[in-house]
C-alpha cells in the first residue's frame, strides 16, 4: 500500500508538471460543436418584411427638453437600433437584401483599406479621403438598431440635438472620428426619418472659428467668413458639407453634454437614408469619446434582423464575465481599434496559422481591427482557407448549395430544425478565447433555407471583425487600460 502511495505521489507530481502545458492548447470539452437554430433564424428572415416601421419603438423616440443634470454618477445613454426598426426594407425579398448588403460592405472595406494603405505608405491625413466621416468623466449611455434595410449593416442611435433638443437617428461608427447632422437649410439633403435638425431653433448652437483647436484637427476644412467649413466624403461615393459647430447632445432623455464638435452638414448625399447623420467612436481627437475624456464606452448590437434595441454606453465597466483582449492602437492612423489576435481554432483545433498573419507592421498596414461598420468578418486568404476548410471538414453531412456572393460555403438547411456544426474561436495574446455563437457565423441568405459560412478572404493584410460576428454581444472598449471585452448575450 506504501508502494502504490509512492508511485501516486509520482504520478501526481509530474502530471502536475506537464498539465498546464497540455491543458493550455486544450479547449473545454464541450466547446467542439456548437448548436444553430435553424428554425429561429429562417422564422427572422420570413417575418422581416412584414414588420411596419411605423409602429416599432414608438414608446422609446419621445422628444425629451427637460435636461437633468449630469455627474460622474449619473447614467447616460444611448438607444440602439437596427435600420430596419426605423426604414423598414425598400427590397422585395430577404435573397436581395443580402445581396445589397454584402455589395455595400465591400464598399466600405474596400475603402478602409486603401486608406490603412495610404497611411503604411506615408501619406499624410490631408491627403486621405475620410471613411465613414471623420470628422471630468460622466457614465453615459444611450438607444442602437440595427441597419439592414437598404443594403446597410449600420446601427442607429437615438440622439437629442441642441437645446431644447431634437431626437434623431444616427449611424454609430468605430471607423469614424467627426459627429456629423444634417441641417436647415438643406441645399441638398438625402431622405431621413426624422425632421431636418434646424440649429436656429436650438439656444446651444454656436460656429466654430477656422483658429479653434477642432477646426484644426479636420482632416479637410476651410475657412467662410472667419467660421470653419468641414467635408467628409466616404469610399462608396457619400459625403457630407457644411458648417463645423459645437452643440449639446442629449442621451436617451437623462443627460446632456454641451460644446461637442459635429458637422452641420448642408450638402450631403450617400446610402445614409434614415438616419439623420452619424456619431463616431473611433479613437481620433474629434471622435465622441475623445471629446468627453471617456475612460470606456460599450454598444451592444443586436440580431441584424431585428426590431428590438440596446444601448451605447459611455464610463461603464465592462461585464465580470467579458472575454478581454489586448487592445492595440496604429500610430500611423488613430481612428481604429486593433486586436491582439494569435490564432483560431475550429472545433476545438487550433488551425496552422502562423500569428504574424494577424500582427501589425511597423509601418501601420496589417492587423486585425474591430469595426461596427463592416457586416461579414474578413481574413487574410491563408488564414480564412485554413479556416474554411476545418469547418468543411466538420460539416460533411450537411447538404451543400451554391455560393452567394462573397460566400463560398454555403448549406441547403431548410430540412433541419436545427444542426451542430464546428465551433469557431478568436485566440488572444493574453491567452483567453472567444468562441462565436453559431449564429454569428453561419447565418441565412435567403429565407428559403440556404445558410452561408459568415466570413470572407481579403488579399489585403488587414483583417477586419465585422459586426455579424458581434451581434448579440456586449463589446467594451477599456480606452484606460487598452483592453477589449467581449460579453455574449449581454443586450
Known sequence: MEKLGFFLGIFAAIFSIFAPSVLSRTLPFNSETAVLDVSSSLSRAQDLFSLNPQNVLSSKHEVHHRRP????????????????????????????LTLARLARDSARVSAIQTRLDLVSLGITKADL???????????LEGPVIS??????????????????????????????????????????CYQQADPIYDPGLSSSFTPLTCETQQCQSLDVSECRNGTCLYEVSYGDGSYTVGDFVTET????????????????????????????????????????????NASSFSYCLV?????SA???????????????????????????????????????????????????????????????????????????????????????????????ALFDTCYDLSSRKSVEVPTVSFHFSNGKALSLPAKNYIIPVDSSGTFCFAFAPTASSLGIIGNVQQQGTRVSYDLENSLIGFSPNKC
Open 310 to 404: 440596446s444601448t451605447l454606453e459611455f464610463n461603464s465597466a465592462a461585464p465580470p464575465d467579458a472575454v478581454t483582449a489586448p487592445l492595440v492602437r496604429n500610430s500611423k492612423l488613430d481612428t481604429f481599434y486593433y486586436m491582439d489576435i494569435t490564432g483560431i481554432s475550429v472545433a476545438g483545433e487550433l488551425l496552422p496559422i502562423l500569428p504574424k498573419t494577424f500582427q501589425m507592421n511597423d509601418n501601420g498596414s496589417g492587423g486585425v481591427i474591430v469595426d461596427s461598420g463592416t457586416a461579414v468578418t474578413r481574413l487574410q486568404t491563408e488564414a480564412y482557407n485554413s479556416m474554411r476548410d476545418a469547418f468543411r471538414r466538420g460539416t460533411k453531412e450537411l447538404p451543400p448549395a451554391a455560393s452567394v
Open 147 to 188: 441597419g439592414t434595410s437598404q443594403g446597410s449593416g449600420e446601427y442607429f442611435c437615438r440622439v437629442g440635438i441642441g437645446h431644447p433638443s431634437t431626437q434623431a437617428y444616427m449611424v454609430l461608427d468605430t471607423g469614424s472620428d467627426v459627429n456629423w447632422v444634417q441641417c436647415a437649410p438643406c441645399a441638398d
Open 249 to 292: 447632445i442629449t442621451f436617451g432623455g437623462s443627460a446632456a453634454v454641451d460644446n461637442v464638435a459635429i458637422g452641420c452638414g448642408h450638402n450631403n448625399e450617400g446610402l445614409f437614408v434614415g438616419a439623420a447623420g452619424l456619431i463616431g467612436l473611433g479613437g481620433g481627437r474629434l471622435s465622441f469619446p475623445s471629446q468627453i
Open 303 to 307: 440580431d441584424r434582423d431585428s426590431d
Open 69 to 96: 443634470a449630469a455627474s460622474t454618477d449619473s447614467a447616460l445613454s444611448f438607444q440602439l437600433h437596427s435600420r430596419l426598426s426605423v426604414r423598414g426594407s425598400s427590397e422585395q425579398d430577404y435573397n436581395t
Open 129 to 139: 479621403t475620410p471613411l465613414e466621416s471623420e470628422f471630468g468623466e460622466e457614465k
